[in-house]
């Protein structure tokens, strides 16, 4: 199995910027996709920026131009830099892998963005 660690959320104002890592570790020999989802309070899971092995990057249309994502493929590391942060950007931001047919998700982190 995967195991994924994320770090870096927090608390910021609107307008700051942020950045998020992700970590994989464990079986990660087959990785294939990294990326970051996010889920706000009573609403759905959402995809927030997909990163391919060869660097191909899909972004949700309310993050583009704005959040940044990148992939480290010999560490295993994806990153999210967020900028130009709104209230709306508020979530809990989750990790993704894609290893043959199944995803791995690590636990989350809370980004809190304020008026």
């Known amino acids: 199995q995967v195991q994924l660690v994320e770090s870096g959320g927090g608390l910021v104002q609107a307008g700051g910027s942020l950045r998020l890592s992700c970590a994989a570790s464990?079986?990660?020999?087959?990785?294939?996709?990294m990326g970051w989802y996010r889920q706000a309070p009573g609403k759905q899971r959402e995809l927030v920026a997909r990163?391919?092995?060869?660097?191909?990057?899909n972004y949700a249309d309310s993050v583009k131009g704005r959040f940044s994502a990148s992939r480290d493929n010999a560490e295993n590391t994806v990153y999210l830099y967020m900028n130009s942060l709104k209230p709306e950007d508020t979530a809990v931001y989750y990790c993704?892998?894609?290893?043959?047919?199944?995803?791995?998700w690590g636990k989350g982190t809370l980004v809190t963005v304020s008026s």
């Open positions: 993704n892998a894609e290893s043959g047919w199944m995803d791995y």
């Open positions: 464990g079986s990660i020999l087959s990785l294939n996709a």
């Open positions: 990163i391919a092995r060869g660097g191909n990057t």
